[in-house]
Every structure is written in structure tokens, then in C-alpha cells.
């Protein structure tokens, strides 16, 4: 019998035995020596605005993701803020996941657009792409869909949808640097892609974001938008914002950008450790990507199935963190209970409610070693065993 209750999980379920001595930690960021060379180098050059190492990192991430223009600015949600001003208007109806960070559809509602919350899918935690469609109205121009976790959204079915109501598509790719879809960078997607290189992402330039796009047009919108709708010098030919990348964060990215795939196979790496283990863990689900896709394991996610256990999540979680293993939740609330966006909610969105009570997210930094992968397995066991119903 575990001398730990339900009631009390602030030992280790063995009672004072955990399985890792030291917490494995949630996050972790490190900036190499070539990182910061990189920055001290700009730092010297005293050339520290917008420049040729933006420019340089812009050209190789959209090439790395598949996409052919790419334009660097302040943050992913500035990035938000760009694509969704460069493709529709205030008024405009959009269709948003119920379930992502704030901000895919907080800067719908900044746009002067209306966010029209639909459910995710349960197994992908995405736009669920039906429950999407059947809120089209005559007022939907686009769909934001994220790409959470690192796992692709349902691309065909989102890209279907579009053609077929004539919407715009953007893609909040925040966390999903590196993911693909049949073979393709999720850059190659969409009328627009979204990024952020904030500082726990898969790669990071302190703060930092992107717009990726296919179209030319929207990619010279969206430069015009980032500096003051500045045509020429002192000629601003519309309101724009300034929501520039500094250099020193563009030559940060550059070097991040020498190992990002390096990163990301060690992140699949340590997910697939992590996935053996779940496969024989009744109740516990590992994350699941759309056949043809690969996921970029920002964060891997875990869902609980509360009818396999006697705790609910939050005592799981509480129960792991006191064997060793660091833990997160992503999210406590769906957007459809979230303050800001009371005005918006037409209906509840069951999926999304459940998830905020079910979900719990595993470390899986590149930084997580072979050893305590196995640690972070055996804990699920562990755990899940002791409050087995
Ligand atoms: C899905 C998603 N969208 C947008 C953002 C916003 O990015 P930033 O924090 O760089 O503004 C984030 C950041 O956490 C995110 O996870």
C-alpha cells in the first residue's frame, strides 16, 4: 500500500524514497558561448537596431520551416498582432480554439475583430476542424489555429475549410518551431505563420517573434506594418506600430538557429522515451500528432484520464513533483472562462473544460538527460500505480 494518500502528497509515494534526489526541472535555459559571442559582437559593433542580422535570421528561419519570406519582430504576440492586421479587418468575425496561450485571440479582439471560440480536438488539443466550420458565419474571414504544444494543427482539414468559405488562415506556431507535415516545415502552411522566440521556447532570442508567409504581398504588409507604415524615409503611407527585433536578438537567433534541429531531435528523443512508457500506463495518454506530422515537443502533455485514478490531477502532479519530477500546467483555464474574454462566449466548450482539469505537462528541454527520462517514466509508473482505482 502507498503510505501516501490522496489526502497527503508531499512525500514520495514509498514514503521518503523519490525517485530523483534532485528535481528535474520544467525548464531550463542556456545560452552558449557561440550565443554570446554572437550578441557581444553586435554589442560592439554599436550597430544595435534592426539590421543585417535580422535580416539573416529572417531569410534562414522561413528557409528552415519552409517558408518563403520571413519578417523578425518584438514578440510572438506582436507577430499575432502583424498577421492579423495584415489579413483582416476590425469587424471581421475569426474563428480561435478555445483552448491556446491568451494571446492567438487576444489580439483578434486588439484587431477590433471578434474571437468566435470553437472546441480542439481531444487527442491533438487543436482546432477541432468540424466543430470550427459549423460556426461560420457571413462575418468569418479567417481562422487562427495554434499549433500548441508543438503538435500540428489538422492542416488538410483547416486548409479545406478555407478554400472551401473563402477564409484567411494563420497559424499560431509560437511553440512548434521545427514541426512539420507531410515532410514539409508548418511554415509551408497557411497565409500566415506565427512564431515566438521568447526565452523558455524551443529556441529563443530573449523576446523575439516572426511572421512566415507565402505571399508576397502579406509579407511586405506586414514590414510596413512593423515600422510605422514607413514607405520611405519619413513617408508613412498608413499607421503602422514599431515592433522591430533589435540586431543583438537577431544574432542571438542566428546562432540558435545552428542547433535548433540538433534541439529538436533531442526533444523527440526524449518523447519517445517518454511514450514507451506511457504505452503501458492505463490512464495516462501520451501526446498524439495527425499520421504524416511530427511534432516539436515545446511540451509534452500528458492527459489523465481522472476515471483510471483515485486523485485528481492536481494531487497526481503534486504527488510527482515530491518524486523528483518537475511538472506544468498548461492551462489552468480555458480561454472561455478567462475574464477578457466574458463578452465573447456563446457556448460552453466541453473538450477545452475538461482539459484544463486533465492535462499536466512532463519536462522534455534538450537539457533532460537519458537517465532522468527514465526517472521522469518510472515517476508516471510510480505515481499512477499508487492511486490506481
Ligand atoms: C501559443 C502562443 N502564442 C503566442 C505566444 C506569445 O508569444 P510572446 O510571449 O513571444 O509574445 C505564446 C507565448 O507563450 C504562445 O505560447
Redesign the pocket.
Known sequence: MPSTTAADPKLAIDGGSPVSDAMINMISVKLTDADIEAATGVLKSGMLAQGKHVAEFETRFAEISDARFGAACA????A?SLAYEALFDAGDEVLVPGW??V??ASMVVARGATPVFCDVDPHTYNLDPADAERRITSKTKAIAA?H?YGCPADIEAIQAIASKHNLRVIY?A??AHLATHNGKGVGAFGDAI?Y???AT?NMTTG???MVLTNDEATDKQVRLLRSHGETSKYTHEFIGRNYRMSDIEGAIGCSQLDRIQSLTNRRREIAATLDRALGDIAGLNAPQTIEGDEHAYHLYAIRMDPSAFTCDRDTFIKALNAEGVGTAVHYPKPLHDQPCFAEFITEPLPVSAELATTLFCAPIHPDVTNEQASMIAQALAKVANAYRK
Open positions: 514578440n510572438g504576440t506582436c499575432l491556446t496561450y494571446a492567438t495554434t500548441l499560431d509560437a511553440q506565427t515566438s522566440f521568447y521556447k523576446e523575439g517573434g
